[in-house]
């Protein structure tokens, strides 16, 4: 069973840059939509970015023109792309993966916005 494996999480200061990486470790047919999610302490998880197979992309209010997500659908990976980030930024983010089938969750990777 295909699994998702994160990366690229960690602590940056105010105005940093990081960029987080999704990759299936088996194979997934059909997807049709990539996306991230976030989740803060005491807070919903609530949609980042999504991205479809044509490269169609939609941005939460609160990340436009900061964040950038991208995908490479040869190998199903997607990519987040962080600019300019800010302490409200402080979540754990998850990748989802959507295929016809069912939909797939990476387990989390934590991402700290503090000087």
């Known amino acids: 069973q295909a699994q998702l494996v994160e990366s690229g999480g960690g602590l940056v200061q105010p105005g940093g840059s990081l960029r987080l990486s999704c990759a299936a470790s088996?194979?997934?047919?059909?997807?049709?939509?990539m996306a991230w999610y976030r989740q803060a302490p005491g807070k919903q998880r609530e949609l980042v970015a999504r991205?479809?197979?044509?490269?169609?992309?939609r941005y939460a209010d609160a990340v436009k023109g900061r964040f950038t997500i991208s995908r490479d659908n040869g190998n199903n990976t997607v990519h987040l792309q962080m600019n300019s980030l800010k302490a409200e930024d402080t979540a754990v983010y998850y990748c989802?993966?959507?295929?016809?089938?069912?939909?797939?969750w990476g387990q989390g990777t934590q991402v700290t916005v503090s000087s």
């Open positions: 991205i479809t197979t044509s490269g169609t992309t």
């Open positions: 989802n993966v959507n295929s016809i089938v069912r939909a797939y």
């Open positions: 088996g194979s997934i047919a059909n997807i049709y939509l």
